[in-house]
T-cell receptor, first 116, second 117 residues
Framework: GAGVSQTPSNKVTEKGKYVELRCDPISGHTALYWYRQSLGQGPEFLIYFQGTGAADDSGLPNDRFFAVRPEGSVSTLKIQRTERGDSAVYLC??????????????FGPGTRLTVL | AQTVTQSQPEMSVQEAETVTLSCTYDTSESDYYLFWYKQPPSRQMILVIRQEAYKQQNATENRFSVNFQKAAKSFSLKISDSQLGDAAMYFCAYRAASNFGNEKLTFGTGTRLTIIP
């Protein structure tokens, strides 16, 4: 596809369970970002990948959150021992990653996570 | 740390009229980028317009224009000839200019824009 895709679109889980959220960026984009958008708020930065490496994970709220991008394309956000406060829309964005300052981030439609 | 403030949780405008959405930000950087993103109910964030801080000229994109006041740290969005398709959440966002390729965005809390037919 031409845009950023995210699966699943919606995920309902029970407190304490483990979940994985997937992001498929635009082909050729080396930079990938995860954001979390809580109800009534703007997106908040979680983690940034340049290629396969997590260049900035300063936004991850705690060690229950982890993300990987093993081949420099698809990324998976993993949440262990989910809590009700993790309920939010998780957005993924990608960009060329040229570092020239003019890149545009293209967002996916997000995954709405609900923890019961 | 940079912060972005949108003080208007909701705005409404008559179709074909003009509306202005407000945004202020706080930063100690001299060079940065500012953005307005639109988020319709589909949840997908769509870039509306961007402004480089080093440019004095206000950015325009068709019916969308900004009023960038660097000294006041203000960045408002003007939508002219409002259309029903403009109805959405609008987010103001900030990005540092030089962060070794890390272009993470800092968003405001958004303004919900309603278009009245």
């Amino acid at each position: 596809g031409a845009g950023v895709s995210q699966t699943p679109s919606n995920k309902v889980t029970e407190k304490g369970k483990y979940v994985e959220l997937r992001c498929d960026p635009i082909s050729g984009h080396t930079a990938l970002y995860w954001y979390r958008q809580s109800l009534g708020q703007g997106p908040e930065f979680l983690i940034y990948f340049q290629g396969t490496g997590a260049a900035d994970d300063s936004g991850l709220p705690n060690d229950r959150f982890f993300a990987v991008r093993p081949e420099g394309s698809v990324s998976t956000l993993k949440i262990q021992r989910t809590e009700r406060g993790d309920s939010a829309v998780y957005l993924c964005a990608s960009s060329l990653g040229s570092g020239g300052g003019t890149d545009t981030q293209y967002f996916g439609p997000g995954t709405r996570l609900t923890v019961l | 740390a940079q912060t972005v403030t949108q003080s208007q949780p909701e705005m409404s405008v008559q179709e074909a009229e003009t509306v202005t959405l407000s945004c202020t930000y706080d930063t100690s950087e001299s060079d940065y980028y500012l953005f307005w993103y639109k988020q319709p109910p589909s949840r997908q964030m769509i870039l509306v317009i961007r402004q480089e801080a080093y440019k004095q000229q206000n950015a325009t994109e068709n019916r969308f224009s900004v009023n960038f006041q660097k000294a006041a740290k203000s960045f408002s969005l003007k939508i002219s000839d409002s259309q029903l398709g403009d109805a959405a959440m609008y987010f103001c966002a900030y990005r540092a200019a030089s962060n070794f390729g890390n272009e993470k965005l800092t968003f405001g809390t958004g303004t919900r824009l309603t278009i009245i037919p």
